[in-house]
């Protein structure tokens, strides 16, 4: 019964993942060994599935591994060398020789998708979507026909996509007189994902990501019972680069890459950045579908404006919530009990002024209460009151909390839309269970953080 019921649970939160993205442009970089995989075709399938139900597929394959073959078969040589030296960025040195082999391996890879996608009854089409200048000259060494990105064509993409078709970008773009150029896929994927203003961007590889046996990780950071980290913010990911990075193996090094991507991509705009290997069957689904996913996400601080309480914000606080209050949305606070809650409180500030706040009560036994919520509603149009919830839930994931509950008696279906479900008032920890308000009558609603 409980394996049923937990199943259940599944679907309901795929179907609310799959409503809250439908329609979203999402960008998978998918590095080449990932299709030399026995999986591959699975992850095709998977992909096809996903533009089938709505949602908005870009893929930009890697192809290094097979231009580095290609070029080896020939005889040809390929050097590397470093074109920014604070982040030890390294190119392909593509010399007139070595191009038109590059642009063979560049597009049978891409071949290599839409052929297991047409299996999947999904069109796709492999376009020349990226114009390209070349590097020029760089540290002495003349890059020939290695370039870098000039303009993502949006428009074409843009019919490609409302056509329900996947469009594939390879490393290969064109100057206006169609000079070709060996693109760094990396530098496609975060160029195309800020073009299309795309909702996530996907790094997949053969790597097994980020382990707390690998990786000197914080304890407040996120992990599965397997030690693989669940997610973390730009500034965490750049604490992991620092300490891992003069210290690093060769495994270590590609996994840090992959990181590095993705604080790239995060510092360009892009909310969401997951690291997944590819070998996993399902790992997009699991990704995408549930709360712990199957890879890890890097987020982009969507929290920057969200901030302890201080007490000068004590009267903005009480502005916010009088009238909840006088309403019985909220329940009657003093600026006394304010007070001595201070440490509970957050606010989210705009240009200096507090628009929006709420509190994370610990009340023990690994529960805590999302409560005094509220929100200017000049300000509805952003969403401060999703923020605030999203930045107390993870405050409390962080905390090691188990479960957070709120008490109400008029938002439940606000709540139950981030998948709080209604419970009993038994449920509650013993210490909130002994001042709950029998003439209030608030609904209990819980949500299971999974930790």
């Given at each position: 019964?409980?394996?049923?019921?937990?199943?259940?649970?599944?679907?309901?939160?795929?179907?609310?993942?799959?409503?809250?993205?439908?329609?979203?442009?999402?960008?998978?970089?998918?590095d080449f060994p990932v299709t030399e995989d026995p999986g591959f075709p699975y992850l095709m399938k998977d992909l096809a599935l996903l533009a089938q139900?709505?949602?908005?597929?870009?893929?930009?394959?890697?192809?290094?591994?097979?231009?580095?073959?290609?070029?080896?078969?020939?005889?040809?040589?390929?050097?590397?060398?470093?074109?920014?030296?604070?982040?030890?960025?390294?190119?392909?040195?593509?010399?007139?020789?070595?191009?038109?082999?590059?642009?063979?391996?560049?597009?049978?890879?891409?071949?290599?998708?839409?052929?297991?996608?047409?299996?999947?009854?999904?069109?796709?089409?492999?376009?020349?979507?990226?114009?390209?200048?070349?590097?020029?000259?760089?540290?002495?060494?003349?890059?020939?026909?290695?370039?870098?990105?000039?303009?993502?064509?949006?428009?074409?993409?843009?019919?490609?996509?409302?056509?329900?078709?996947?469009?594939?970008?390879?490393?290969?773009?064109?100057?206006?007189?169609?000079?070709?150029?060996?693109?760094?896929?990396?530098?496609?994927?975060?160029?195309?994902?800020?073009?299309?203003?795309a909702i996530k961007l996907f790094i997949v590889s053969v790597h097994e990501g980020i382990h707390r046996d690998v990786f000197p990780l914080s304890r407040?950071?996120?992990?599965?019972?397997?030690?693989?980290?669940?997610?973390?913010?730009?500034?965490?990911?750049?604490?992991?680069?620092?300490?891992?990075?003069?210290?690093?193996?060769?495994?270590?090094?590609?996994?840090?890459?992959?990181?590095?991507?993705?604080?790239?991509?995060?510092?360009?705009?892009?909310?969401?950045?997951?690291?997944?290997?590819?070998?996993?069957?399902?790992?997009?689904?699991?990704?995408?579908?549930?709360?712990?996913?199957?890879?890890?996400?890097?987020?982009?601080?969507?929290?920057?404006?969200?901030?302890?309480?201080?007490?000068?914000?004590?009267?903005?606080?009480?502005?916010?919530?009088?009238?909840?209050?006088?309403?019985?949305?909220?329940?009657?606070?003093?600026?006394?009990?304010?007070?001595?809650?201070?440490?509970?409180?957050?606010?989210?500030?705009?240009?200096?002024?507090?628009?929006?706040?709420?509190?994370?009560?610990?009340?023990?036994?690994?529960?805590?209460?999302?409560?005094?919520?509220?929100?200017?509603?000049?300000?509805?149009?952003?969403?401060l009151g999703r923020q605030i919830l999203g930045y107390l839930m993870e405050r409390a994931r962080k905390n090691r909390v188990k479960r957070v509950f709120?008490?109400?008696?008029?938002?439940?279906?606000?709540?139950?839309?981030?998948?709080?479900?209604?419970?009993?008032?038994?449920?509650?920890?013993?210490?909130?269970?002994?001042?709950?308000?029998?003439?209030?009558?608030?609904?209990?609603?819980?949500?299971?953080?999974?930790?």
């Amino acid at each position: 019964m409980s394996n049923c019921l937990s199943q259940v649970e599944l679907i309901r939160e795929a179907f609310h993942y799959q409503s809250r993205f439908e329609g979203s442009t999402m960008v998978f970089k998918i590095d080449f060994p990932v299709t030399e995989d026995p999986g591959f075709p699975y992850l095709m399938k998977d992909l096809a599935l996903l533009a089938q139900t709505g949602f908005k597929i870009v893929i930009v394959p890697g192809a290094k591994e097979s231009i580095d073959a290609a070029l080896e078969k020939h005889t040809i040589t390929s050097a590397y060398t470093t074109i920014c030296e604070d982040s030890q960025e390294l190119a392909r040195v593509t010399t007139p020789q070595a191009i038109p082999f590059v642009e063979m391996a560049a597009f049978h890879g891409a071949t290599r998708f839409m052929t297991c996608l047409s299996g999947s009854r999904v069109d796709a089409v492999i376009g020349n979507f990226v114009r390209a200048r070349g590097l020029g000259v760089v540290n002495g060494i003349d890059m020939g026909h290695t370039g870098t990105v000039d303009k993502i064509y949006i428009d074409s993409i843009s019919k490609v996509l409302n056509l329900g078709m996947i469009p594939i970008l390879p490393c290969i773009g064109y100057s206006p007189t169609g000079k070709p150029y060996n693109v760094p896929s990396d530098e496609i994927a975060l160029a195309v994902s800020a073009a299309l203003g795309a909702i996530k961007l996907f790094i997949v590889s053969v790597h097994e990501g980020i382990h707390r046996d690998v990786f000197p990780l914080s304890r407040d950071l996120a992990t599965r019972d397997d030690g693989s980290l669940i997610r973390l913010t730009p500034q965490e990911a750049q604490a992991i680069i620092a300490e891992s990075g003069k210290a690093a193996n060769d495994s270590q090094e590609a996994v840090l890459r992959e990181l590095k991507l993705a604080l790239r991509a995060s510092q360009a705009g892009i909310d969401r950045v997951h690291i997944i290997d590819g070998r996993k069957e399902g790992a997009v689904l699991k990704e995408l579908f549930s709360n712990l996913g199957a890879g890890t996400m890097v987020y982009a601080d969507a929290y920057e404006s969200i901030r302890s309480f201080h007490n000068r914000d004590l009267p903005d606080i009480l502005r916010l919530m009088e009238p909840l209050m006088q309403t019985g949305i909220l329940i009657r606070r003093t600026a006394e009990h304010i007070q001595e809650k201070k440490d509970d409180y957050v606010v989210y500030e705009i240009d200096g002024s507090v628009r929006a706040c709420g509190a994370l009560h610990d009340w023990g036994e690994n529960q805590a209460e999302i409560a005094a919520m509220a929100s200017d509603p000049l300000y509805t149009g952003m969403n401060l009151g999703r923020q605030i919830l999203g930045y107390l839930m993870e405050r409390a994931r962080k905390n090691r909390v188990k479960r957070v509950f709120v008490l109400t008696t008029h938002t439940q279906d606000w709540f139950e839309a981030f998948g709080f479900k209604e419970t009993t008032v038994d449920s509650l920890p013993e210490r909130k269970r002994c001042l709950y308000d029998q003439a209030r009558k608030s609904k209990v609603f819980a949500l299971e953080l999974g930790n």
